[in-house]
């Protein structure tokens, strides 16, 4: 059995099947990191890249026209539903991403192979990171480079932890966890991240924090930011299997809690991420 069983049930069950239904809400809400994952990885004609945990395909949608039809693309990713829906994204395209089924951790990636490895929210859901940067490292040419974002700690992002200390008044809070295990905020301490790359054989590793304003989930008003916030993200995980009163009830105080963020154009709440870069 795989050493990533765990990820790749709750991939290809719950988590995967919400990522699909919920594929252009979120799309909507990561727009700005996938900007700042273009900018960090800088994907050139003729480069054949690498998109690990490449999910519903956004991202390699974006790195397939930076490479144009003189480069290649490859995602790669866990769960069957969301490749599914990326292939159904990507396809007609004049050279279409390769999709590959595998965990990346171990996966038989190619030897040098790629100028680039990028990922958005991709890579933290390792249960051995170590392995799974230094079999990426392999796959990476001498000189090319490693670009992904992931999140800082919840504590920075309202988005996380506001929904969440609405919805611990009506539920259990649960008992603390390994603040590393796999999962979303695995990476928020960058000091720790940089000396796995590190140790994984990257050099010039550089974690640079970016704070910015996000869609909560492209909700428009606050009855839908209430409902995605509770279908997703830290708050969305505990309250899987409440009861539908329960969730009204956490909703009614979302819409309360939240109404600061409402724009003319949408709920919108901060951001906090590290922009990670290295090269091999
Ligand atoms: C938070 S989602 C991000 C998806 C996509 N990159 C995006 O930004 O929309 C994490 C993705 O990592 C994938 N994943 C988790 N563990 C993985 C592994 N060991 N190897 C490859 N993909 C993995 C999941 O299936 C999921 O698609």
Redesign the pocket.
């Known amino acids: 059995m795989?050493e990533?069983a765990e990820?790749?049930w709750?991939?290809?069950g719950v988590?995967?099947a919400k990522?699909v239904a919920e594929?252009e809400s979120?799309?909507a809400q990561?727009a700005p990191?996938?900007q700042l994952l273009a900018e960090a990885a800088g994907a050139q004609p003729g480069d054949h890249v690498l998109?690990?945990?490449?999910?519903?395909?956004?991202?390699?949608l974006a790195l397939a026209q930076a490479v144009g039809v003189t480069g290649q693309v490859v995602g790669?990713?866990?769960?069957t539903p969301?490749?599914a829906r990326a292939a159904q994204r990507l396809a007609g395209l004049p050279r279409p991403p390769e999709l590959v089924q595998?965990?990346?951790?171990?996966?038989a990636l190619g030897e040098a192979r790629f100028d680039r490895i990028v990922?958005?929210?991709?890579?933290?859901?390792?249960?051995d990171p170590a392995q799974?940067f230094a079999n990426l490292a392999r796959a990476l040419r001498p000189g090319g480079r490693l670009a992904f974002v992931c999140w800082r700690a919840a504590s920075e992002n309202p988005w996380a932890h506001v929904p969440l200390s609405v919805a611990l008044r009506h539920v259990p809070q649960p008992a603390p966890g390994d603040p590393h295990a796999?999962g979303?905020f695995a990476f928020a301490d960058a000091a720790r991240t940089g000396a796995m790359l590190e140790a994984a054989g990257f050099r010039a590793v550089r974690a640079e924090p970016s704070d910015g304003d996000m869609s909560l989930g492209g909700a428009r008003t606050l009855d839908e930011a209430a409902a995605f916030a509770t279908r997703n993200g830290p708050a969305g995980r505990l309250l899987r299997d409440a009861a539908p009163e329960v969730i009204a009830r956490i909703e009614a105080e979302l819409r309360v809690a939240l109404a600061p963020c409402l724009t003319p154009t949408g709920v919108h709440m901060p951001y906090a991420v590290w922009v990670v870069t290295a090269t091999r």
Not at 119 to 127: A, E, I, L
């Open positions: 795989s990533n990820q790749i709750q991939w290809n988590l995967g990522w594929q979120l799309d990561l990191m996938s998109d690990v945990g490449c999910g519903c395909g956004a991202t390699t790669v990713d866990v769960s969301m490749l595998a965990d990346a951790q171990t996966a990922s958005r929210f991709g890579v933290m859901f390792f249960s799974a796999p979303p």
